[in-house]
């Protein structure tokens, strides 16, 4: 068997999603940001209603399907959508907290060619503000995006940003866009051509037009913003060079989904590292959703970080990947050994300890072996005169120093030796 195209199995990446999950919810404890968990799959049409008809990722991309019920459904594209049903649903927009702000971790599915950095199955850490309508908070989203980019050591990193405005400003540069492209209407492909009617901004990110002159010399949404659209714009740069964040203004950047208004944003990286699917992560302002999905009226904004894409990112930042290790192993000469040392186990895992021990009677040698496999620190032994005798010997595989304890005296030791030099596997668990 084999596991479905543009899939994947987790197995020594595991230690990278671990380090990118523990940065995220440091990241989001400090910028105030609570967990939320929504389900993987929803009835179609909130992604309909949300991400849009007319986006390549609900038109092209969605795994939907009848359930046994009869009831449409659709696995989950991408996790705004969820949070704002969640949102409306469970009526949070009546919490007094005025600004409240989710985060989410987890896999998202999309029928897309696979490619580097682009999969079926792939997963999303993002974060979701409602609750104002100021530059300060669409400032204060992407600084988290960037920080934590930056705390994981990526690098080079780029902002890009640009504005789609609102209302009347997307009215005037839907207009302008339209009269551009209508001399080149027959040269187009045939979903452009359909797009050209109901959503012609969605013109400007098809896949397959992504070169055609009509799509590069289109006009520039920043050029139609009204003045009220454009100070929103000029504030959110302004917090941004505050914050120190560099960030260029991209005017050709529109995002491929429907929701956006005013700051759209993408963070790249390097094409070397990730080719054309460099996009770390991508979002921005989406104040009407909340409206469209049956709530009152309420001015959110967000982002999206695809993991795997920051995996690629990370390994290249690391060099080479942090070695897993363990506290201690403990080697057992025989069957009564073997149990003596199931009692020690337990009694060192009790001490927040990572612990293995031998399952068969194996030599002394054997057992070297594997403890050296698991990078232990410490490597205990008990033989048939240790289990007489209530002890245990001790062997520190750095500093090669030994020692014959009683058993009960083995985790003191071991915990005293690691506190001193913090090198326990646990040791940051508690600060
Ligand atoms: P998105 O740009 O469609 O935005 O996806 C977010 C990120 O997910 C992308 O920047 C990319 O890193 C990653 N990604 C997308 N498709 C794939 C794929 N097939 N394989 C691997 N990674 C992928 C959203 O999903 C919005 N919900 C972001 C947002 C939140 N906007 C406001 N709030």
Avoid: W
């Avoid at 939320?36 to 949300?50: D, G, V």
């Amino acid at each position: 068997m084999q596991k479905p195209k543009g899939t994947f199995d987790v197995i020594e990446e595991i230690q990278l999603y671990h380090m990118i999950e523990k940065a995220i919810r440091k990241m989001a404890k400090r910028f105030s940001v609570q967990e939320i968990r929504t389900p993987h799959f929803e009835h179609s049409e909130l992604f309909h209603r949300s991400v849009g008809e007319s986006t390549d990722v609900v038109g092209k991309e969605t795994y939907r399907f009848q359930d046994r019920g009869g009831r449409d459904i659709t696995l989950r594209p991408e996790g705004t959508a969820g949070v704002v049903r969640a949102f409306v649903e469970n009526k949070l927009y009546a919490n007094p907290q005025k600004v409240q702000k989710f985060y989410y971790v987890g896999s998202m599915f999309r029928y897309e060619r696979p490619q580097k950095g682009r999969f079926r199955e792939f997963n999303t850490f993002g974060v979701e503000a409602f609750g104002s309508a100021h530059p300060k908070l669409d400032a204060e989203v992407i600084e988290l995006a960037y920080r934590l980019t930056l705390s994981l050591g990526i690098q080079p990193l780029v902002v890009h940003i640009n504005s789609l405005g609102d209302g009347q400003s997307k009215a005037l540069y839907k207009e302008a866009l339209q009269a551009h492209l209508t001399p080149y209407l027959p040269s187009l492909c045939t979903d452009c051509q359909t797009r050209f009617e109901t959503n012609p901004l969605r013109i400007l990110d098809c896949k397959v037009d992504a070169q055609h002159e009509a799509i590069l010399h289109a006009p520039k949404p920043l050029d139609y913003l009204v003045e009220d659209d454009q100070k929103h714009f000029k504030t959110v740069l302004h917090y941004l060079d505050a914050q120190g964040i560099p960030y260029t203004v991209d005017n050709r950047l529109v995002r491929g989904l429907d929701y956006y208004t005013h700051t759209v944003f993408e963070i790249k990286t390097d094409e070397t590292l990730l080719g054309q699917q460099n996009t770390l992560c991508g979002g921005g302002r989406y104040n009407h959703l909340v409206e469209t999905l049956g709530g009152p009226s309420t001015p959110a904004v967000g982002f999206g970080f695809g993991l795997e894409r920051l995996i690629v990112a990370l390994k290249a930042a690391l060099k080479e990947l942090p070695v897993e290790s363990i506290d201690v192993y403990i080697g057992a000469l025989g069957e009564e050994a073997l149990v003596a040392s199931s009692v020690l186990a337990a009694k060192l895992r009790k001490q927040n300890l990572a612990v293995e021990s031998s399952f068969e009677p194996l030599s002394l040698k054997a057992q070297f072996k594997q403890s050296d496999r698991l990078n232990a620190r410490f490597f205990c032994l008990l033989g048939e005169d240790e289990v007489r005798a209530g002890t245990v010997s001790i062997k520190d595989q750095i500093t090669k120093e030994e020692a014959t304890l009683k058993q009960s005296q083995a985790a003191f030791y071991i915990i005293d030796k690691l506190t001193h030099d913090h090198t326990c596997v646990d040791c940051d668990e508690g600060a």
